[in-house]
């Protein structure tokens, strides 16, 4: 089935904001009293809510799960000041899919206020046709926030395909019946990322568009329309 509808975890996706994240949780674990976290245990959590991260990362403290998940939040909030840059070619290739009729949309671990924050940052607020963030529903690798995005947009899973940067994106891909494209830049090497069988790994984000060309040439050059 031809793909019509791109789905995107933002962080470490589109965003190259992996650095950020690793040096405020270890910032949000010294605030409260925590050991700091390395920085590859705090990769291996990006893509959960934060709740399910504070969870993975401090399973001997669940008494300082609200208490690091409010430190990280503020630290993130005072330093995020600056827009976290885009990957080079993110805003290039969205303006061709959006003019190519894709649908687009964003599926992220983060909160809403924190992803209203950065999509204002960029100028990208109304941008996207659907987005879902962890704090208004189930957590990835659980389904249900692409099961929402698609029942939003009125597609089935098999003209979607979901991209992302850690093994939650591929897994939450494969629970809700959907292709899955990893992307080897972000928070998890490509070994991590392959061993989970993506339809494909691309090493920089300008990889996506040549595959996507391919995708459709192999549907017999169906055209899409946007909606």
Not at 68 to 88: C, G, H
Not at 157 to 174: L, W
């Amino acid at each position: 089935m031809s793909i019509d509808t791109l789905i995107f975890d933002w962080d470490g996706t589109l965003a190259d904001s992996i650095g950020h994240i690793v040096s405020t949780m270890q910032s949000a674990a010294v605030a409260v009293g925590l050991p700091v976290p390395s920085d590859e245990a705090v990769k291996g959590i990006i893509g959960l809510g934060l709740p399910e991260a504070a969870a993975v990362l401090f399973p001997q403290r669940p008494d300082l799960a609200v208490p690091v998940v409010d430190a990280y939040r503020d630290i993130y909030l005072s330093d995020d000041q600056q827009a976290v840059p885009l990957f080079a070619g993110v805003r290039q290739a969205l303006d061709d899919w959006r003019e190519q009729g894709y649908l687009l949309a964003v599926a992220t671990g983060k909160g809403r206020r924190g992803l209203s924050r950065v999509l204002g940052q960029h100028d990208l607020l109304d941008y996207f046709d659907a987005t879902r963030c962890a704090d208004e529903t189930v957590s990835k690798p659980d389904p249900a926030m692409l099961h929402q995005i698609l029942r939003e947009l009125g597609r089935g899973s098999g003209a979607a395909v979901m991209v992302g940067d850690s093994s939650f994106d591929i897994q939450m891909a494969h629970n809700a019946g959907m292709r899955a494209v990893a992307v080897s830049y972000g928070a998890q090497s490509r070994d991590q990322l392959e061993r989970l069988t993506p339809v494909a790994c691309m090493d920089r984000f300008v990889e996506l568009a040549p595959w996507l060309s391919g995708q459709r040439a192999d549907s017999r050059g169906i055209g899409l329309e946007r909606v």
